[in-house]
Protein backbone atom coordinates (compact mmCIF):
# COMPACT_ATOMS: atom_id res chain seq x y z
CA UNK A 1 0.00 0.00 0.00
CA UNK A 2 1.03 3.57 0.45
CA UNK A 3 5.00 4.20 0.89
CA UNK A 4 6.85 7.00 2.62
CA UNK A 5 10.37 7.81 2.67
CA UNK A 6 12.26 10.74 4.02
CA UNK A 7 15.59 12.27 4.27
CA UNK A 8 17.79 14.48 5.89
CA UNK A 9 21.46 14.94 4.72
CA UNK A 10 23.80 16.21 2.11
CA UNK A 11 23.28 13.83 -1.04
CA UNK A 12 21.36 15.22 -3.81
CA UNK A 13 17.74 14.75 -1.93
CA UNK A 14 15.71 14.20 -5.31
CA UNK A 15 17.69 11.40 -6.09
CA UNK A 16 17.56 9.62 -2.82
CA UNK A 17 13.86 10.30 -2.53
CA UNK A 18 13.24 8.94 -5.99
CA UNK A 19 14.94 5.91 -5.75
CA UNK A 20 13.55 5.16 -2.00
CA UNK A 21 10.00 5.49 -3.92
CA UNK A 22 10.82 3.08 -6.56
CA UNK A 23 11.68 0.13 -4.03
CA UNK A 24 8.12 1.13 -2.37
CA UNK A 25 6.80 0.93 -6.36
CA UNK A 26 6.30 -3.11 -5.27
CA UNK A 27 3.99 -2.51 -2.23
CA UNK A 28 1.27 -0.81 -5.10
CA UNK A 29 0.03 2.40 -5.40
CA UNK A 30 -1.64 5.14 -8.08
CA UNK A 31 0.22 8.89 -7.31
CA UNK A 32 3.49 9.63 -6.13
CA UNK A 33 4.50 12.82 -4.47
CA UNK A 34 7.74 14.91 -3.24
CA UNK A 35 8.38 17.71 -0.99
CA UNK A 36 11.33 19.54 -0.41
CA UNK A 37 12.30 22.39 1.84
CA UNK A 38 15.36 25.12 0.48
CA UNK A 39 15.27 28.80 1.25
CA UNK A 40 12.39 28.99 3.97
CA UNK A 41 9.81 27.46 1.38
CA UNK A 42 8.47 23.85 0.38
CA UNK A 43 8.51 22.87 -3.06
CA UNK A 44 6.03 19.99 -4.23
CA UNK A 45 5.66 18.00 -7.05
CA UNK A 46 3.34 15.45 -6.86
CA UNK A 47 2.11 13.44 -9.85
CA UNK A 48 -0.90 10.83 -10.93
CA UNK A 49 0.00 7.10 -12.20
CA UNK A 50 3.35 5.70 -12.13
CA UNK A 51 6.74 7.15 -10.37
CA UNK A 52 7.97 7.59 -14.15
CA UNK A 53 4.87 10.10 -14.73
CA UNK A 54 6.37 12.13 -11.57
CA UNK A 55 10.12 11.85 -12.68
CA UNK A 56 8.68 13.29 -16.12
CA UNK A 57 7.61 16.34 -14.04
CA UNK A 58 10.28 16.94 -12.10
CA UNK A 59 12.60 16.87 -15.22
CA UNK A 60 10.27 20.09 -16.59
CA UNK A 61 10.00 21.23 -12.79
CA UNK A 62 13.43 20.51 -11.26
CA UNK A 63 13.25 21.04 -7.40
CA UNK A 64 16.29 20.70 -4.46
CA UNK A 65 16.81 21.11 -1.02
CA UNK A 66 18.43 19.37 1.82
CA UNK A 67 15.28 17.84 3.41
CA UNK A 68 12.23 16.20 2.04
CA UNK A 69 9.80 13.12 2.26
CA UNK A 70 7.87 11.35 -1.08
CA UNK A 71 5.04 9.01 -1.08
CA UNK A 72 3.76 6.78 -3.30
CA UNK A 73 -0.13 6.56 -2.65
CA UNK A 74 -2.63 3.73 -2.80
CA UNK A 75 -6.27 5.55 -3.09
CA UNK A 76 -8.59 5.01 -0.24
CA UNK A 77 -10.25 8.49 0.25
CA UNK A 78 -10.83 10.68 -3.06
CA UNK A 79 -9.56 9.29 -6.70
CA UNK A 80 -6.28 8.81 -7.87
CA UNK A 81 -5.51 12.06 -9.28
CA UNK A 82 -2.44 14.81 -8.70
CA UNK A 83 -4.45 16.75 -6.50
CA UNK A 84 -5.18 13.79 -4.18
CA UNK A 85 -1.74 12.44 -4.05
CA UNK A 86 0.41 13.08 -0.91
CA UNK A 87 2.19 15.21 0.35
CA UNK A 88 -0.75 17.70 1.46
CA UNK A 89 0.24 21.41 2.57
CA UNK A 90 -2.10 23.10 4.83
CA UNK A 91 -3.37 26.71 3.88
CA UNK A 92 -0.42 28.77 4.31
CA UNK A 93 1.92 26.01 2.39
CA UNK A 94 4.45 26.23 5.51
CA UNK A 95 3.64 22.14 6.29
CA UNK A 96 3.78 19.27 3.66
CA UNK A 97 2.25 15.98 5.36
CA UNK A 98 2.90 12.38 4.10
CA UNK A 99 0.60 9.97 5.18
CA UNK A 100 0.21 6.06 5.16
CA UNK A 101 -3.46 4.57 7.28
CA UNK A 102 -6.90 6.14 7.54
CA UNK A 103 -8.10 9.22 9.69
CA UNK A 104 -11.01 7.53 10.40
CA UNK A 105 -12.96 11.31 11.76
CA UNK A 106 -11.59 13.37 9.36
CA UNK A 107 -14.95 14.52 8.79
CA UNK A 108 -15.69 15.79 11.53
CA UNK A 109 -12.12 17.61 12.07
CA UNK A 110 -12.44 19.09 8.67
CA UNK A 111 -16.18 20.59 9.21
CA UNK A 112 -14.57 22.03 12.41
CA UNK A 113 -11.73 23.53 10.36
CA UNK A 114 -13.96 24.88 7.72
CA UNK A 115 -15.72 27.02 10.08
CA UNK A 116 -12.52 27.98 11.17
CA UNK A 117 -11.79 29.15 7.64
CA UNK A 118 -9.25 26.44 6.24
CA UNK A 119 -9.92 26.07 3.20
CA UNK A 120 -9.43 22.01 1.29
CA UNK A 121 -8.36 21.27 -2.06
CA UNK A 122 -8.58 17.62 -2.16
CA UNK A 123 -10.82 14.52 -1.33
CA UNK A 124 -8.56 12.74 1.09
CA UNK A 125 -8.62 12.06 4.66
CA UNK A 126 -4.94 13.03 5.36
CA UNK A 127 -5.60 16.70 4.12
CA UNK A 128 -7.62 17.60 7.63
CA UNK A 129 -3.98 16.43 9.53
CA UNK A 130 -1.92 18.62 8.47
CA UNK A 131 -4.76 21.43 8.39
CA UNK A 132 -5.56 20.84 12.11
CA UNK A 133 -1.18 21.18 12.47
CA UNK A 134 -1.24 24.60 11.13
CA UNK A 135 -3.73 25.20 13.30
CA UNK A 136 -2.46 24.76 16.40
CA UNK A 137 0.70 26.13 15.17
CA UNK A 138 -1.46 28.99 14.53
CA UNK A 139 -1.81 29.11 18.14
CA UNK A 140 2.08 29.73 18.95
CA UNK A 141 2.59 25.97 19.42
CA UNK A 142 6.16 24.67 18.49
CA UNK A 143 6.26 22.06 15.70
CA UNK A 144 7.00 19.62 17.26
CA UNK A 145 3.96 20.29 19.80
CA UNK A 146 1.40 21.33 17.28
CA UNK A 147 1.89 17.76 15.80
CA UNK A 148 1.58 15.82 19.01
CA UNK A 149 -1.89 18.10 19.71
CA UNK A 150 -3.32 17.33 16.39
CA UNK A 151 -2.33 13.69 16.52
CA UNK A 152 -4.03 13.32 19.87
CA UNK A 153 -7.70 14.12 17.94
CA UNK A 154 -6.88 11.90 15.74
CA UNK A 155 -9.05 8.71 15.61
CA UNK A 156 -7.60 5.79 13.22
CA UNK A 157 -4.53 4.58 11.76
CA UNK A 158 -1.07 6.36 10.71
CA UNK A 159 1.90 6.41 9.97
CA UNK A 160 3.34 9.93 8.73
CA UNK A 161 6.11 12.08 7.87
CA UNK A 162 5.35 16.13 7.99
CA UNK A 163 7.55 18.78 7.44
CA UNK A 164 7.68 22.42 8.64
CA UNK A 165 9.15 25.19 5.79
CA UNK A 166 10.18 26.96 9.45
CA UNK A 167 12.18 24.47 10.81
CA UNK A 168 14.24 22.86 7.70
CA UNK A 169 16.18 20.60 9.84
CA UNK A 170 13.77 18.47 11.09
CA UNK A 171 11.36 15.76 9.74
CA UNK A 172 9.21 14.81 12.64
CA UNK A 173 8.00 10.97 11.98
CA UNK A 174 4.61 8.97 14.06
CA UNK A 175 3.08 5.73 13.91
CA UNK A 176 -0.23 4.18 14.92
CA UNK A 177 -1.05 1.21 13.25
CA UNK A 178 0.98 1.97 10.01
CA UNK A 179 4.84 0.95 10.41
CA UNK A 180 7.45 3.14 9.86
CA UNK A 181 11.06 2.90 10.68
CA UNK A 182 14.02 5.51 10.79
CA UNK A 183 17.18 5.15 9.44
CA UNK A 184 20.62 5.56 11.25
CA UNK A 185 23.48 7.02 8.72
CA UNK A 186 26.13 9.27 9.22
CA UNK A 187 25.66 12.44 8.58
CA UNK A 188 22.12 11.72 7.23
CA UNK A 189 19.08 9.94 8.93
CA UNK A 190 16.26 8.32 7.35
CA UNK A 191 12.00 7.73 8.02
CA UNK A 192 10.39 4.79 5.98
CA UNK A 193 7.45 2.85 5.64
CA UNK A 194 9.77 -0.11 5.02
CA UNK A 195 13.49 -1.11 5.31
CA UNK A 196 13.49 -1.41 1.95
CA UNK A 197 13.58 2.48 0.80
CA UNK A 198 16.82 3.51 2.77
CA UNK A 199 18.50 0.25 2.57
CA UNK A 200 20.88 1.35 -0.26
CA UNK A 201 21.98 3.90 2.41
CA UNK A 202 22.45 2.31 5.60
CA UNK A 203 21.12 -1.30 7.43
CA UNK A 204 21.22 0.51 11.44
CA UNK A 205 17.72 0.95 11.86
CA UNK A 206 14.68 1.42 14.44
CA UNK A 207 11.13 0.23 13.92
CA UNK A 208 8.81 2.65 15.60
CA UNK A 209 6.21 0.84 18.00
CA UNK A 210 2.40 2.30 17.74
CA UNK A 211 2.07 5.45 19.53
CA UNK A 212 5.60 6.70 19.35
CA UNK A 213 6.92 9.94 17.32
CA UNK A 214 10.29 10.29 15.67
CA UNK A 215 11.76 14.09 15.50
CA UNK A 216 14.49 13.09 12.66
CA UNK A 217 17.17 15.84 12.14
CA UNK A 218 20.67 15.14 10.51
CA UNK A 219 22.73 14.48 13.83
CA UNK A 220 20.53 12.33 15.27
CA UNK A 221 16.77 10.93 15.55
CA UNK A 222 14.40 11.50 19.38
CA UNK A 223 11.78 8.75 19.67
CA UNK A 224 8.92 9.82 22.23
CA UNK A 225 6.12 8.79 23.12
CA UNK A 226 2.85 10.43 21.13
CA UNK A 227 2.33 11.49 25.11
CA UNK A 228 5.89 13.49 25.31
CA UNK A 229 7.77 10.39 27.54
CA UNK A 230 11.22 9.63 26.08
CA UNK A 231 11.72 6.20 24.52
CA UNK A 232 15.18 4.25 24.25
CA UNK A 233 14.91 2.19 20.26
CA UNK A 234 17.40 -0.45 19.77
CA UNK A 235 18.99 0.00 16.73
CA UNK A 236 18.78 -3.52 14.17
CA UNK A 237 20.78 -4.00 12.18
CA UNK A 238 18.94 -5.41 8.54
CA UNK A 239 20.05 -8.05 7.76
CA UNK A 240 18.77 -8.53 3.77
CA UNK A 241 21.36 -7.88 0.92
CA UNK A 242 20.01 -5.25 -1.75
CA UNK A 243 20.21 -7.87 -4.68
CA UNK A 244 17.41 -9.82 -2.88
CA UNK A 245 15.29 -6.64 -4.11
CA UNK A 246 17.05 -6.28 -6.94
CA UNK A 247 15.49 -8.90 -10.01
CA UNK A 248 18.55 -10.40 -10.37
CA UNK A 249 17.86 -10.53 -14.58
CA UNK A 250 14.62 -11.70 -14.57
CA UNK A 251 12.06 -10.24 -16.50
CA UNK A 252 9.54 -9.83 -13.51
CA UNK A 253 10.28 -10.44 -9.80
CA UNK A 254 7.68 -12.84 -9.69
CA UNK A 255 9.30 -14.81 -11.61
CA UNK A 256 12.03 -14.87 -9.70
CA UNK A 257 10.56 -15.60 -7.07
CA UNK A 258 8.96 -18.67 -8.29
CA UNK A 259 12.22 -19.75 -9.35
CA UNK A 260 14.14 -18.94 -5.86
CA UNK A 261 11.57 -21.70 -4.51
CA UNK A 262 14.14 -24.53 -4.34
CA UNK A 263 16.56 -22.23 -2.13
CA UNK A 264 13.65 -20.80 -0.50
CA UNK A 265 11.99 -23.95 0.86
CA UNK A 266 15.27 -25.26 1.81
CA UNK A 267 15.80 -21.93 3.83
CA UNK A 268 12.85 -22.42 5.27
CA UNK A 269 13.61 -25.94 6.71
CA UNK A 270 17.24 -25.40 7.47
CA UNK A 271 18.58 -25.98 10.84
CA UNK A 272 14.77 -27.16 11.95
CA UNK A 273 14.74 -30.93 10.69
CA UNK A 274 16.38 -33.33 12.49
CA UNK A 275 16.79 -36.56 10.15
CA UNK A 276 17.85 -39.13 12.71
CA UNK A 277 15.20 -38.76 15.32
CA UNK A 278 12.52 -37.63 12.26
CA UNK A 279 11.52 -34.92 14.34
CA UNK A 280 11.28 -31.25 13.91
CA UNK A 281 12.94 -28.77 15.81
CA UNK A 282 11.29 -24.93 15.79
CA UNK A 283 13.55 -22.65 18.32
CA UNK A 284 11.36 -19.53 18.17
CA UNK A 285 8.53 -21.05 19.95
CA UNK A 286 10.11 -21.41 23.61
CA UNK A 287 8.03 -18.80 25.00
CA UNK A 288 4.71 -20.99 24.22
CA UNK A 289 6.01 -24.52 24.27
CA UNK A 290 3.74 -25.61 26.84
CA UNK A 291 0.82 -24.29 25.26
CA UNK A 292 1.84 -25.58 22.60
CA UNK A 293 1.79 -29.12 23.51
CA UNK A 294 -1.17 -28.93 25.13
CA UNK A 295 -3.18 -27.62 22.82
CA UNK A 296 -6.83 -28.57 22.86
CA UNK A 297 -7.58 -26.86 19.73
CA UNK A 298 -5.99 -24.45 17.27
CA UNK A 299 -7.39 -21.19 15.35
CA UNK A 300 -5.74 -20.45 12.48
CA UNK A 301 -6.08 -16.68 10.62
CA UNK A 302 -4.73 -15.15 7.73
CA UNK A 303 -5.86 -13.48 4.76
CA UNK A 304 -5.48 -13.97 0.81
CA UNK A 305 -2.94 -16.70 0.16
CA UNK A 306 -1.70 -16.87 3.63
CA UNK A 307 -5.00 -18.00 3.98
CA UNK A 308 -4.92 -20.63 1.79
CA UNK A 309 -1.64 -21.88 3.52
CA UNK A 310 -3.46 -21.66 6.64
CA UNK A 311 -6.18 -23.77 5.16
CA UNK A 312 -3.15 -26.62 4.28
CA UNK A 313 -2.58 -26.50 7.76
CA UNK A 314 -5.47 -27.73 9.18
CA UNK A 315 -6.17 -30.41 7.14
CA UNK A 316 -2.49 -31.69 8.54
CA UNK A 317 -3.18 -30.70 11.59
CA UNK A 318 -6.30 -32.61 11.77
CA UNK A 319 -4.71 -35.81 10.35
CA UNK A 320 -1.74 -35.89 12.33
CA UNK A 321 -2.09 -34.18 15.45
CA UNK A 322 -5.80 -35.06 16.24
CA UNK A 323 -6.40 -31.65 17.64
CA UNK A 324 -9.69 -29.44 16.27
CA UNK A 325 -8.61 -26.71 14.27
CA UNK A 326 -10.37 -24.17 12.36
CA UNK A 327 -9.54 -21.50 9.85
CA UNK A 328 -10.72 -17.99 9.30
CA UNK A 329 -10.55 -14.86 7.41
CA UNK A 330 -8.65 -12.60 10.05
CA UNK A 331 -11.09 -9.81 8.67
CA UNK A 332 -14.15 -11.76 9.56
CA UNK A 333 -11.66 -13.01 13.09
CA UNK A 334 -11.48 -9.58 14.54
CA UNK A 335 -15.23 -8.27 14.54
CA UNK A 336 -16.61 -11.92 15.50
CA UNK A 337 -16.11 -12.02 18.82
CA UNK A 338 -14.79 -15.59 18.79
CA UNK A 339 -14.91 -18.30 21.23
CA UNK A 340 -11.63 -18.67 22.50
CA UNK A 341 -11.19 -21.12 25.48
CA UNK A 342 -8.41 -22.72 27.84
CA UNK A 343 -5.66 -24.43 25.82
CA UNK A 344 -6.49 -22.55 22.72
CA UNK A 345 -4.03 -21.39 20.67
CA UNK A 346 -4.15 -19.19 17.76
CA UNK A 347 -1.69 -18.98 14.51
CA UNK A 348 -1.85 -16.10 12.86
CA UNK A 349 -0.08 -16.12 8.92
CA UNK A 350 1.60 -13.10 7.28
CA UNK A 351 4.07 -12.54 4.72
CA UNK A 352 3.98 -9.01 5.14
CA UNK A 353 3.58 -9.19 8.76
CA UNK A 354 1.76 -6.10 8.68
CA UNK A 355 -1.61 -7.18 7.18
CA UNK A 356 -3.87 -4.95 8.80
CA UNK A 357 -6.97 -7.06 9.47
CA UNK A 358 -5.12 -10.15 10.32
CA UNK A 359 -2.57 -7.49 13.18
CA UNK A 360 -6.27 -7.11 14.77
CA UNK A 361 -6.83 -10.37 14.33
CA UNK A 362 -3.53 -11.56 16.51
CA UNK A 363 -4.30 -8.61 19.07
CA UNK A 364 -7.74 -9.50 19.70
CA UNK A 365 -6.88 -13.28 20.48
CA UNK A 366 -4.47 -12.12 22.79
CA UNK A 367 -6.97 -9.74 24.60
CA UNK A 368 -9.01 -12.80 24.64
CA UNK A 369 -6.22 -14.78 26.34
CA UNK A 370 -4.90 -17.07 23.54
CA UNK A 371 -1.60 -17.79 23.54
CA UNK A 372 -0.45 -16.64 19.74
CA UNK A 373 2.14 -18.29 17.36
CA UNK A 374 3.23 -16.22 14.17
CA UNK A 375 4.36 -17.28 10.86
CA UNK A 376 5.46 -14.61 9.13
CA UNK A 377 8.22 -13.16 6.48
CA UNK A 378 9.68 -9.68 7.05
CA UNK A 379 11.55 -9.35 10.38
CA UNK A 380 11.18 -7.04 12.64
CA UNK A 381 7.49 -6.50 11.05
CA UNK A 382 4.46 -5.66 13.51
CA UNK A 383 2.74 -8.74 13.77
CA UNK A 384 6.28 -10.61 14.04
CA UNK A 385 7.10 -8.82 17.61
CA UNK A 386 3.32 -8.46 18.29
CA UNK A 387 2.53 -12.28 18.84
CA UNK A 388 4.25 -13.94 22.19
CA UNK A 389 6.26 -16.71 19.93
CA UNK A 390 7.07 -17.34 15.81
CA UNK A 391 8.99 -18.53 13.13
CA UNK A 392 9.84 -16.68 10.25
CA UNK A 393 9.82 -18.19 6.79
CA UNK A 394 13.81 -16.94 6.47
CA UNK A 395 12.07 -16.64 1.94
CA UNK A 396 13.60 -12.80 1.54
CA UNK A 397 11.91 -9.99 0.43
CA UNK A 398 9.17 -11.16 -2.11
CA UNK A 399 8.41 -8.05 -3.91
CA UNK A 400 6.25 -9.25 -6.28
CA UNK A 401 2.69 -8.32 -5.80
CA UNK A 402 1.44 -12.01 -6.38
CA UNK A 403 2.55 -13.99 -3.26
CA UNK A 404 4.22 -17.49 -4.29
CA UNK A 405 7.90 -18.00 -2.53
CA UNK A 406 5.66 -17.03 0.42
CA UNK A 407 3.16 -19.70 0.28
CA UNK A 408 5.11 -22.65 -0.26
CA UNK A 409 7.22 -21.44 2.28
CA UNK A 410 4.20 -20.63 4.99
CA UNK A 411 2.89 -24.44 4.09
CA UNK A 412 6.92 -25.77 4.82
CA UNK A 413 6.48 -24.22 8.12
CA UNK A 414 3.07 -25.62 8.57
CA UNK A 415 4.49 -28.97 8.02
CA UNK A 416 6.98 -28.46 10.23
CA UNK A 417 4.65 -27.43 13.28
CA UNK A 418 2.52 -30.58 12.31
CA UNK A 419 5.65 -32.67 12.46
CA UNK A 420 7.05 -30.98 15.61
CA UNK A 421 3.35 -31.68 17.87
CA UNK A 422 2.87 -35.09 15.96
CA UNK A 423 6.18 -36.36 17.20
CA UNK A 424 5.42 -35.50 20.86
CA UNK A 425 2.14 -36.93 20.43
CA UNK A 426 1.82 -40.40 18.56
CA UNK A 427 3.12 -40.17 15.46
CA UNK A 428 5.77 -42.61 15.60
CA UNK A 429 9.64 -42.45 14.85
CA UNK A 430 9.34 -44.38 11.28
CA UNK A 431 6.52 -42.30 10.57
CA UNK A 432 8.94 -39.57 11.30
CA UNK A 433 11.54 -40.13 9.18
CA UNK A 434 9.66 -40.72 6.36
CA UNK A 435 8.46 -37.08 6.63
CA UNK A 436 11.36 -35.94 6.64
CA UNK A 437 13.35 -37.83 4.35
CA UNK A 438 10.00 -36.50 2.22
CA UNK A 439 10.64 -32.63 3.07
CA UNK A 440 14.47 -33.11 2.54
CA UNK A 441 13.48 -34.05 -0.77
CA UNK A 442 10.91 -31.00 -1.72
CA UNK A 443 13.80 -28.75 -2.98
CA UNK A 444 14.79 -31.01 -5.66
CA UNK A 445 11.54 -32.26 -6.85
CA UNK A 446 10.03 -28.50 -6.75
CA UNK A 447 13.51 -27.74 -9.28
CA UNK A 448 12.38 -30.34 -11.25
CA UNK A 449 8.98 -28.55 -11.77
CA UNK A 450 10.11 -25.17 -13.02
CA UNK A 451 11.95 -27.71 -15.26
CA UNK A 452 8.70 -27.98 -17.23
CA UNK A 453 8.31 -24.02 -17.85
CA UNK A 454 7.85 -24.47 -21.76
CA UNK A 455 5.48 -26.79 -21.22
CA UNK A 456 3.23 -24.64 -18.89
CA UNK A 457 3.93 -21.64 -21.84
CA UNK A 458 2.17 -23.41 -24.15
CA UNK A 459 -0.54 -24.77 -22.44
CA UNK A 460 -0.84 -20.46 -21.57
CA UNK A 461 -0.47 -20.06 -25.17
CA UNK A 462 -4.13 -22.35 -25.78
CA UNK A 463 -5.97 -20.47 -23.17
CA UNK A 464 -4.61 -17.17 -22.60
CA UNK A 465 -7.44 -15.68 -24.19
CA UNK A 466 -10.10 -17.45 -22.19
CA UNK A 467 -12.43 -15.42 -19.88
CA UNK A 468 -12.75 -18.02 -16.89
CA UNK A 469 -11.33 -20.56 -15.47
CA UNK A 470 -12.51 -23.09 -13.20
CA UNK A 471 -9.75 -25.31 -10.36
CA UNK A 472 -10.77 -28.10 -8.74
CA UNK A 473 -8.42 -30.13 -5.98
CA UNK A 474 -9.69 -32.78 -3.28
CA UNK A 475 -8.16 -32.77 0.20
CA UNK A 476 -4.83 -30.74 0.74
CA UNK A 477 -5.24 -29.78 -3.24
CA UNK A 478 -8.44 -28.17 -2.71
CA UNK A 479 -6.48 -25.10 -0.86
CA UNK A 480 -4.16 -25.18 -3.91
CA UNK A 481 -7.12 -25.18 -6.08
CA UNK A 482 -8.03 -21.81 -3.84
CA UNK A 483 -4.41 -20.44 -4.25
CA UNK A 484 -4.29 -20.95 -8.13
CA UNK A 485 -7.45 -19.50 -9.14
CA UNK A 486 -6.56 -16.15 -7.31
CA UNK A 487 -2.95 -15.91 -8.48
CA UNK A 488 -4.88 -16.14 -11.95
CA UNK A 489 -7.20 -13.53 -11.34
CA UNK A 490 -5.03 -11.01 -9.35
CA UNK A 491 -2.67 -10.86 -12.15
CA UNK A 492 -4.32 -11.68 -15.19
CA UNK A 493 -7.84 -10.10 -14.36
CA UNK A 494 -9.72 -13.59 -15.79
CA UNK A 495 -12.20 -14.43 -13.58
CA UNK A 496 -11.22 -18.03 -11.69
CA UNK A 497 -12.98 -19.65 -9.39
CA UNK A 498 -11.73 -22.49 -6.76
CA UNK A 499 -13.80 -25.37 -6.01
CA UNK A 500 -13.38 -28.61 -3.85
CA UNK A 501 -13.89 -30.73 -6.91
CA UNK A 502 -16.47 -32.85 -5.53
CA UNK A 503 -18.43 -29.30 -4.97
CA UNK A 504 -19.14 -28.90 -9.10
CA UNK A 505 -22.05 -30.84 -9.39
CA UNK A 506 -23.66 -28.18 -6.67
CA UNK A 507 -23.76 -25.39 -9.20
CA UNK A 508 -20.28 -24.47 -10.94
CA UNK A 509 -20.73 -27.35 -13.53
CA UNK A 510 -23.54 -25.16 -15.06
CA UNK A 511 -20.59 -22.99 -16.43
CA UNK A 512 -19.03 -26.03 -18.25
CA UNK A 513 -18.73 -25.72 -22.08
CA UNK A 514 -16.17 -25.74 -24.73
CA UNK A 515 -15.02 -23.11 -23.53
CA UNK A 516 -13.88 -23.34 -20.43
CA UNK A 517 -10.43 -24.66 -19.02
CA UNK A 518 -11.14 -26.52 -16.13
CA UNK A 519 -7.84 -26.81 -14.13
CA UNK A 520 -7.66 -30.44 -12.20
CA UNK A 521 -5.06 -31.43 -9.31
CA UNK A 522 -4.82 -35.21 -9.80
CA UNK A 523 -2.38 -36.45 -7.88
CA UNK A 524 -1.63 -39.95 -6.66
CA UNK A 525 -3.86 -40.07 -3.34
CA UNK A 526 -6.45 -41.09 -1.59
CA UNK A 527 -8.82 -38.82 -3.67
CA UNK A 528 -7.71 -39.77 -7.02
CA UNK A 529 -10.65 -42.29 -8.07
CA UNK A 530 -12.69 -39.70 -7.06
CA UNK A 531 -11.47 -37.10 -8.96
CA UNK A 532 -10.95 -38.79 -12.00
CA UNK A 533 -14.77 -39.21 -11.86
CA UNK A 534 -14.59 -35.24 -11.81
CA UNK A 535 -12.67 -34.96 -15.16
CA UNK A 536 -15.33 -37.50 -16.53
CA UNK A 537 -18.02 -35.37 -15.59
CA UNK A 538 -16.30 -32.31 -17.14
CA UNK A 539 -14.98 -34.11 -20.33
CA UNK A 540 -18.93 -35.16 -21.03
CA UNK A 541 -19.82 -31.66 -21.19
CA UNK A 542 -17.05 -30.59 -23.49
CA UNK A 543 -14.78 -28.36 -20.78
CA UNK A 544 -10.75 -28.52 -21.48
CA UNK A 545 -8.94 -30.53 -19.03
CA UNK A 546 -5.65 -29.46 -18.10
CA UNK A 547 -4.76 -31.98 -15.20
CA UNK A 548 -1.58 -31.38 -12.63
CA UNK A 549 -0.87 -35.84 -12.05
CA UNK A 550 1.69 -37.71 -10.50
CA UNK A 551 4.78 -38.58 -13.03
CA UNK A 552 3.56 -41.88 -13.94
CA UNK A 553 -0.08 -41.78 -13.95
CA UNK A 554 -0.54 -43.01 -17.81
CA UNK A 555 -4.45 -42.91 -17.10
CA UNK A 556 -5.06 -39.11 -16.96
CA UNK A 557 -3.14 -38.28 -19.90
CA UNK A 558 -5.79 -40.60 -22.22
CA UNK A 559 -8.53 -38.16 -19.76
CA UNK A 560 -7.16 -35.14 -20.22
CA UNK A 561 -6.38 -32.68 -22.83
CA UNK A 562 -3.09 -31.37 -21.17
CA UNK A 563 -1.25 -33.33 -18.38
CA UNK A 564 1.38 -31.78 -16.27
CA UNK A 565 3.36 -34.38 -14.53
CA UNK A 566 5.41 -33.34 -11.57
CA UNK A 567 6.92 -36.09 -8.44
CA UNK A 568 5.33 -37.62 -6.19
CA UNK A 569 5.61 -37.38 -2.75
CA UNK A 570 3.55 -36.95 0.92
CA UNK A 571 0.37 -36.41 0.78
CA UNK A 572 0.36 -34.06 3.05
CA UNK A 573 3.25 -32.14 1.21
CA UNK A 574 1.83 -32.46 -2.48
CA UNK A 575 1.03 -28.59 -2.08
CA UNK A 576 4.15 -27.02 -2.04
CA UNK A 577 5.13 -29.12 -5.43
CA UNK A 578 1.42 -28.83 -6.86
CA UNK A 579 1.17 -24.96 -6.89
CA UNK A 580 4.14 -24.50 -8.86
CA UNK A 581 2.76 -25.39 -12.26
CA UNK A 582 -0.05 -23.40 -11.25
CA UNK A 583 2.36 -20.11 -10.41
CA UNK A 584 3.84 -20.53 -13.89
CA UNK A 585 0.47 -20.52 -15.74
CA UNK A 586 -0.94 -17.76 -14.10
CA UNK A 587 2.09 -16.03 -14.72
CA UNK A 588 2.21 -16.99 -18.25
CA UNK A 589 -0.42 -16.17 -19.29
CA UNK A 590 -0.51 -12.77 -17.66
CA UNK A 591 2.26 -12.02 -19.91
CA UNK A 592 1.21 -12.93 -22.71
CA UNK A 593 -1.89 -10.98 -21.89
CA UNK A 594 0.86 -7.74 -21.39
CA UNK A 595 -0.29 -7.34 -18.10
CA UNK A 596 1.79 -5.91 -15.32
CA UNK A 597 2.44 -8.66 -13.10
CA UNK A 598 4.10 -7.31 -10.65
CA UNK A 599 2.02 -4.33 -9.80
CA UNK A 600 -1.44 -5.97 -11.27
CA UNK A 601 -4.23 -3.11 -10.73
CA UNK A 602 -5.62 -1.82 -7.83
CA UNK A 603 -3.72 -4.54 -5.40
CA UNK A 604 -1.41 -3.35 -2.60
CA UNK A 605 1.64 -6.38 -1.72
CA UNK A 606 0.49 -5.32 2.16
CA UNK A 607 -2.57 -4.15 3.39
CA UNK A 608 -2.10 -1.90 5.89
CA UNK A 609 -5.52 -0.39 5.82
CA UNK A 610 -9.23 -2.61 6.84
O1 LIG B 1 1.26 -10.18 3.90
P1 LIG B 1 0.11 -11.12 4.11
O2 LIG B 1 0.51 -12.54 3.94
O3 LIG B 1 -0.61 -10.89 5.39
O4 LIG B 1 -0.89 -10.76 2.94
C1 LIG B 1 -2.14 -11.37 2.84
C2 LIG B 1 -2.77 -11.08 1.49
O5 LIG B 1 -2.97 -9.71 1.32
C3 LIG B 1 -1.90 -11.61 0.34
O6 LIG B 1 -1.63 -12.96 0.46
C4 LIG B 1 -2.61 -11.36 -1.01
O7 LIG B 1 -3.75 -12.15 -1.11
C5 LIG B 1 -1.64 -11.62 -2.17
N1 LIG B 1 -1.78 -10.62 -3.18
C6 LIG B 1 -1.85 -12.94 -2.81
O8 LIG B 1 -1.02 -13.16 -3.89
Known amino acids: MCGIIGYLGKKPIVPVLLEGLKRLEYRGYDSAGIVTLSNGKINLVKQAGKISNLESLLAERPINGVAGIAHTRWATHGVPNSTNAHPHTDCGNKFALIHNGIIENFGAIKTDLISKGHEFKTQTDTEALVHLIEEFYKHHMPFEEAVRAALLQVEGTYGIAVVCSDEPDVIIAARKGSPLVVGHGDGENFVASDVSAIIDHTKQVSYLDD ?42 FMLKEIMEQPSTIKDAMRGRLIKDEGIARLGGMHEVMEALLNAKRFLITACGTSWHAALIGEYMLEEFVRVPVEVEYASEFRYRDPVIEENNVVIVISQSGETADTLAALREAKRKGASVIGICNVVGSTIARDVHAGAYLHAGPEIGVASTKAFTSQVTLLALITLFLARH ?84 IALIDENMPVVFIATKDSTYEKIVSNIEEVRARRGKVIAIATEGDEEIGKRADHVIYIPQTQQMLQPILTIIPLQLLAYYIAIMRNCDVDQPRNLAKSVTVE
Do not use: C, W
Open 211 to 252: DEMAVVRRNGIEVKTISNLPVQKQVEQVAFELGRIEKGGYDH
Open 425 to 508: RNMSAAKGAEIVQEMAALPEKVEKILGLREQIKKIAQLYHMSNNFLYLGRGYNFPVALEGALKLKEISYIHAEGYPAAEMKHGP
